[in-house]
C-alpha cells in the first residue's frame, strides 16, 4: 500500500516532470519536490490508513472494549464475514493504540507528519502544501450551512467524503478549521444556478484557453444550498461529510470545491461568514471509476453525455489545465476511494489529505481564463479563530 502510495505521488509531479526538466533549475526543482514527496507518502499514509480503521470500526460496528454491535442487515452477507472483520478490527485497533502509545511517550501524536532533518534540500518540513487552483464561477460567499450532511434530497451514488488537514509549517494535523465543499450535482448542475435549455445544449469554445468550456451559468435562486456545506476538523484534523458523488459538466473533469477557513464567525441562520482564507483547492476522482459511476442513475442522464463532441470531459483534458496544475509540487488531490458495501450502487467512502499553510491569508479569486489565478494576500482581520456550534 505504502509502495503504491509512494508510486503515485511522485508520478503525479508537475508537467515539468512528466516531460523531463531540462535546465538545472529544473532539475534541481525536480530532485526537490521527489524528496519531499518521498518524506511525505509515508505520514500521508499512516494518516489514511488511521482514518480507514476509524471508517472500519463504524461500518462494523464495533462498540465499547472492540466487541461488535448489531448490523440488521447482517444476512445479506456471507456466513462469518462479520466474525473475520470484526476479528480484524479488533487486531488493528490494538496495533493502533500501542503505536499511539509509543507516540506519547515520544512526544508524537496521532497523523503527525514529521521533519526530515538529513536532507538538506527538505525546508522546515516535508509536508506537500496544496496548489491554490480557481474557486469556480459557481461559490457563494454567502448561505453555505455549516453542516456535514450536504446532500439534501438530491438524488445520486452515496459519497462519503473524508477531508484530512495538516499544517505544512509544523506537519501536524489542524484541529478545528472549516472545511468548506461545493460540487455539482448528478447531471452536472450547481445549487442555485439553474440554466435555461438552450444555454445546456450551446456549442463550447472550440479553442484557446477556454477549450470546452462553456459561459458560467448565472446564479437564479438564492436560497438552494444542496451540496454546499461546512464542518469543523475534529481532534485529529478530519471533517467528514456525507453528500451524493458528484456529476460532470461541459468541459470539466468530476471534481468536488474545498476551501479551508481557520477562523469564522457563526450567522443566526446557520451559515457562517469567513474571517481568514487559508486554502481554495479542488479534489478529483480516478477516470475508470467515474466510467462506472457513468451506467448508474441518474448520472446516464447527464443532458450532454450523448451530444456530439461534448460528453466526460477526463482528467488529463480538463480545461484550464486545473487537474494538472492541482498537482503541483507533488501534491496528490485524487481521492483514495473504498466502497461502502458489497456493489458500487451502495455508495464510496473517499479519503484526501491536505496540506495548507495556517499562516497564510488569502483572498479566492476567480477568473473565467485562469485555472490556477494567484491568490490575493489580505491583511490578518481580528477576531475569533472558532467558534461554537
Known amino acids: 500500500m505504502l509502495a503504491t502510495a509512494l508510486a503515485a505521488l511522485l508520478c503525479l509531479l508537475p508537467s515539468t516532470a512528466a516531460h523531463g526538466p531540462k535546465t538545472p533549475q529544473e532539475v534541481a526543482a525536480f530532485h ?12 500521508v499514509e499512516a494518516m489514511t490508513q488511521a482514518r480507514k480503521r476509524s471508517w472500519a470500526q463504524k461500518v462494523l460496528g464495533v462498540g465499547v472494549g472492540g466487541e461488535a454491535g448489531e448490523i440488521a442487515d447482517s444476512n ?6 462479520f466474525e473475520k472483520h470484526s476479528e480484524e478490527v479488533r487486531q488493528t485497533k490494538a496495533a493502533e493504540e500501542k503505536e499511539e502509545a509509543e507516540k506519547r511517550k515520544n512526544g508524537k501524536q496521532l497523523m503527525e507528519c514529521y521533519p526530515e532533518t538529513t536532507a538538506s534540500s527538505i525546508k522546515n518540513s516535508t509536508c506537500v502544501l496544496a496548489p491554490e487552483v480557481t474557486p469556480g464561477p459557481y461559490y457563494h460567499t454567502s448561505g453555505h450551512p455549516i453542516r456535514n450532511n450536504m446532500a439534501e434530497w438530491q438524488l445520486g451514488l452515496p459519497f462519503v467524503m473524508n477531508v484530512g488537514v495538516i499544517d505544512v509549517e509544523t506537519c501536524k494535523p489542524v484541529p478545528n478549521v472549516l472545511v468548506d465543499l461545493w460540487h455539482a450535482n448528478a447531471t452536472g448542475f ?3 444556478h439553474n440554466p435555461k435549455p438552450k444555454e445546456v445544449v450551446a456549442q463550447p469554445a ?4 477556454r477549450r470546452g468550456l462553456l459561459p458560467a451559468f448565472k446564479r437564479t435562486d438564492d436560497t438552494a444550498t444542496w451540496l454546499r456545506g461546512a464542518w469543523p476538523t475534529d481532534g485529529n484534523g478530519v471533517a467528514q461529510f456525507t453528500s451524493v458523488f458528484p456529476g460532470y459538466y461541459t468541459g470539466r473533469a468530476t471534481h468536488v470545491h474545498l476551501k479551508v477557513h481557520p477562523e469564522w464567525r457563526t450567522l443566526p441562520n446557520g451559515t ?8 481554495t483547492g479542488q479534489f478529483f476522482v480516478d477516470d475508470l471509476l ?3 459511476i457513468d451506467k448508474l442513475q441518474p448520472y446516464s442522464e447527464n443532458p450532454i453525455r450523448h451530444l ?3 460528453g466526460r470531459t477526463r482528467n488529463w483534458e480538463d480545461s484550464l489545465h486545473i487537474f494538472d496544475e492541482a498537482h503541483r509540487g507533488g501534491y496528490m488531490p485524487t481521492f483514495d476511494i473504498e466502497p461502502l458495501g458489497m456493489v458500487l450502487s451502495q455508495g464510496l467512502v473517499g479519503f484526501v489529505t491536505v496540506g495548507v499553510n495556517m499562516s497564510a491569508n488569502f483572498e479566492s479569486v476567480w477568473h473565467p481564463n485562469m485555472g490556477t489565478p494567484d491568490p490575493v494576500v489580505v491583511p490578518k482581520k481580528e477576531g475569533p479563530r472558532s467558534v461554537e456550534l
Request: glycine share 12%.
Open 32 to 43: 526537490a519536490r521527489q524528496q519531499g514527496a518521498y518524506h511525505c507518502a509515508p505520514i
Open 76 to 81: 445479506t452477507y456471507i456466513d462469518g464475514y
Open 190 to 192: 450547481y445549487a442555485g
Open 206 to 209: 472550440t479553442s484557446g484557453i
Open 272 to 279: 457562517f461568514e469567513s474571517r481568514r482564507l487559508v486554502h
Open 290 to 292: 467515474n466510467e462506472e
Open 308 to 310: 456530439s463532441g461534448r
